[in-house]
């Protein structure tokens, strides 16, 4: 625990102390010089966690990033680091370059990209703390309502944290009021630092030291043995010898679960010194146990290693273009398995961290127990020991989301990055606001390491890129066991609602071939891609709609618990039972989400097993675990999801998949809207006949003759292609160009204007202006009370004019914010948004 009083230690008049540039995990463009104390000076490295002071009060954990013993060129009073935290570097050389790659590509402040790389229990700040003053009770004389409760709560609390107070007090903020009271003298405030790790500690049991002899052993055991009131003691030591080695520990749970004993009887044993209780550290993180199968390749399989691997030989990146259910998982792995057999570790990216529920088992079948799985459902300890595991080379393999490419890698040795066409490998917000796939594809280039990227509708960047030479393009075109790809059949809404077929948001065609399906002992999957019950709200009187009071977007109605909620900021509110606008009862419900569907169906098929599968149902830890384990061991007959049901999962009994709205994907005002959905539709139309006999997929649609649904029935994918690459290179859209995204945000709408506005005269001074576009407002202008208008730049294909063109950007950003009109407005930007 560091106080702030330690601040003053090691200054002296002539100091020759050394100097280390600090980066910090804020928002802020530059690092921080600081003078490293003499006794200190041998310990500091690059890479190695500080203490360090920051602003008028507060303590922060910082990272080296160099030392040296010139001071800065402006002359300014040099703070001292406080403490060092590590004994050896916590971050390498090639993290601090990626690190600085990714900040610069993406436009992010340097400490931004710390922040996200780094779980938060390695970035302490330190706390304000307030206690009272040993002679307080001599000043409380005239105190107002707000201090006297200050001061009756920190005499029953005695010591208490600023935040802590605040939520006592309900207010957002206590400074003032704590100000106050110190400079009456009623006060005390210190800042600390406290670790907030706490290993996680099991109780063990252990054979005393003075009776690990056999003969000794044996001995106290026959005296246990002799008397009746001892005999389950005896049974306890008898079992604790069958379970452990003279001089190992066990596990007390697993001692008392095996002997059928109680606190007591261990007590006892404790007491005659014949069995010590001790507490072992062990690893939060365990894998899974699952039962180890054979796997053999296929011929495909085995002919896609190879091709790969001649991609791996010539330098360059690999993309498996394989159809859904072929097995590029098993490619994956031998792929893996091979560039590891000398040692070091794997990557293995997933876009969501549900996927590794079904592919621990094959990893272990590989790997044996080496393995890691990291995303962000973890907690902060869990990720902390993992982070720590994956830096000392314990695990071979990493499985993970985005976040798992600014791992500590000890001896990194090939990435592979399934269902590389995802859009959740790209981060929103906040930022660094990178691209997974982009970034591990960066970081095998400048470790020259191979990296596979695979998917099943790979994005029009990558199929490009493999079209042109500059990837090494693999083909997968037939299902694992030669099954055949699921039948496609669209369902024409608009014939449907004019012959009144429709029960709910189910066609009557869709429910005659549920209930076939279902007959024969199929398992169903229906695809509506929005959680909750209704999207909105909606009075038939007036037309009013509940919309968020921080966002211009509409409320969604969820039944399970009555309530409507912005997904956006979290905002939530119960049902009104009238229109507050005019007053009349009762709101009609408008859409469908998962849980109307949810409803409808258990209405159709009321003795069938109905399941949902999206954030609602799936957000507490293992719950996703646990719900494919159900479908897998055929205890759900119909399960409804959002996209979640689309990625990577695999059931044996699913022979019908059902689209409820095809078109849905299509409506959003976003250049790259046909590719998500074209890619959507067939991730989850190929949930359907993974195994045995071909499944079937009906897709509900208005628009049963757009091309994208002739080409999902028909299989030819490469037409897809060749029409969207056509008009993205007609229209000057990615890949043949680079995208900019720029939003200027403030909770004043006025100054958002007029900020844009200046920003767009900024650009256009440099900029065709038929390149610039904006400013606009998008959909939904106000998001958790700020308002946001956007502005795109289009730029050519060249990382010249690029890298000139992000210079000048972040010039007239830095030129806006010293002008007073616009000082205090956000500047968000996006590369390749």
Not at 568 to 586: I, L, Y
Request: net charge positive; aromatic share 8%.
């Amino acid at each position: 625990m560091v106080q702030l009083e330690l601040l003053e230690t090691d200054k002296s008049p002539g100091d020759v102390s050394p100097f280390a540039e600090i980066l910090l995990p804020i928002a802020v463009p530059q690092s921080f010089t600081y003078r490293i104390p003499r006794n200190l000076a041998t310990q500091a490295s690059v890479g190695k966690r500080v203490t360090v002071p920051f602003g008028k009060r507060h303590l922060y954990t910082g990272l080296i990033i160099s030392v040296s013993t010139t001071p800065p060129k402006r002359q300014y009073h040099i703070k001292y680091i406080t403490e060092i935290q590590d004994l050896t570097p916590l971050v390498s050389h090639w993290q601090l370059s990626l690190w600085n790659w990714v900040s610069q590509y993406y436009m992010c402040h340097l400490g931004e990209v710390f922040d996200a790389s780094l779980p938060s229990v390695m970035k302490i700040k330190s706390e304000t703390n307030i206690t009272l003053h040993p002679v307080y009770k001599e000043f409380t004389a005239d105190l107002n309502y707000q201090e006297s409760l200050l001061v009756t709560v920190l005499e029953k609390e005695h010591y208490v944290s600023l935040s802590g107070l605040q939520q006592l007090l309900q207010v957002s903020n206590a400074m003032p009021i704590v100000r106050n009271l110190y400079f009456k003298g009623i006060v005390m405030i210190k800042e600390e630092m406290c670790d907030p790790y706490k290993p996680k500690v099991e109780k063990h049991l252990q054979i005393s030291p003075r009776f690990r002899d056999p003969e000794t052993i044996q001995a106290a055991l026959q005296i246990l043995e002799s008397k009746k009131s001892t005999l389950r003691q005896a049974d306890l030591l008898t079992v604790m010898m069958s379970l452990t080695k003279l001089g190992k520990s066990v596990p007390k749970k697993k001692v008392m679960e095996r002997a059928n004993v109680g606190n007591s009887q261990i007590k006892a044993l404790v007491d005659k010194q014949i069995v010590e209780e001790i507490d072992i550290i062990i690893d939060r993180w365990q894998l899974p146990k699952s039962p180890t199968k054979p796997y053999a390749l296929t011929p495909q399989q085995t002919k896609a290693v190879a091709e790969a691997a001649i991609g791996i030989k010539g330098g360059k990146p690999v993309l498996i273009h394989g159809v859904t259910g072929s097995g590029k998982t098993l490619v994956y792995l031998e792929l893996i398995k091979s560039a590891i057999a000398q040692g070091g570790q794997a990557l293995y990216l997933v876009p969501e961290i549900a996927l590794t529920a079904q592919l621990l088992a094959r990893l272990a079948s590989y790997f044996g127990g080496a393995i890691a799985v990291y995303h962000s459902r973890l907690s902060n300890n869990e990720r902390y020991e993992l982070w720590c595991g994956i830096q000392q080379g314990r695990y071979v393999l990493v499985v993970g989301a985005r976040s798992s490419v600014f791992l500590p890698f000890s001896d990194l040795k090939i990435i592979v990055v399934d269902e590389e066409h995802e859009a959740s490998f790209k981060q929103q917000d906040p930022a660094p606001r990178y691209h997974a796939r982009d970034v591990a594809i960066y970081l095998a280039h400048s470790m020259s390491i191979p990296i596979i990227l695979g998917s099943a509708t790979p994005s029009l960047e990558s199929y490009l890129h493999a079209t042109n030479g500059k990837y090494h393009l693999v083909h997968m075109q037939q299902r694992h066991g030669e099954i055949a790809l699921p039948a496609l059949k669209t369902i024409d809404l608009s014939e449907a609602q004019k012959t009144k077929s429709v029960q709910g948001n189910i066609t009557r065609e869709l429910r005659k071939h549920m209930e076939r399906h279902l007959t024969m002992g199929h398992q169903v999957i229906l695809y509506q891609n929005r959680r909750g019950y209704a999207p909105q709200l909606e009075c038939a009187t007036c037309g009013h709609v509940p919309f968020c009071k921080n966002c211009d977007i509409a409320l969604t109605y969820h039944k399970y618990n009555d309530t409507m909620s912005c997904h956006f900021c979290g905002f939530g509110m119960g049902r009104p039972q009238k229109c507050p606008h005019c007053g009349t009862a009762g709101l009609q419900m408008k859409g469908m989400g998962t849980e109307r569907i949810e409803d409808e169906l258990a209405e159709m098929f009321p003795n069938r097993r109905i399941a949902r599968m999206d954030w609602d149902t799936t957000r507490k830890k293992n719950s996703m675990e646990t719900l494919i384990q159900q479908v897998e061991d055929g205890e759900i007959d119909i399960l409804v999801g959002t996209q979640m049901v689309s990625k990577g999962l695999d059931f044996d009994k699913v022979k019908l998949v059902g689209v409820l709205s095809g078109d849905s994907g299509m409506q959003y005002p976003d250049f790259r809207a046909t590719e998500r959905n074209f890619q959507l539709l067939t991730q989850v139309a190929g949930r359907s006949g993974r195994k045995g006999s071909q499944g079937e997929v009906f897709i509900q649609t208005y628009q049963p003759n757009h091309y994208l649904y002739n080409i999902l029935i028909t299989g030819e994918q490469t037409n897809f292609y060749q029409v969207e690459l056509a008009q993205r290179k007609r229209y000057s859209y990615p890949p043949y160009v680079r995208l900019i995204r720029m939003v200027v945000r403030h909770p004043d709408m006025e100054r958002v204007n007029r900020t844009a506005d200046s920003f767009f005269t900024e650009l256009t001074k440099r900029f065709d202006s038929r390149m610039v576009f904006g400013p606009e407002y998008g959909h939904s202008p106000r998001l958790k009370n700020k308002y946001n208008k956007g502005l795109f730049i289009k730029l050519p294909n060249d990382a010249s004019t690029v890298r000139k063109a992000k210079e000048y950007i972040a010039w007239a950003i830095d030129t806006l914010k010293n002008i007073d009109l616009h000082r205090g407005v956000d500047f968000i930007l996006d590369v390749d948004p």
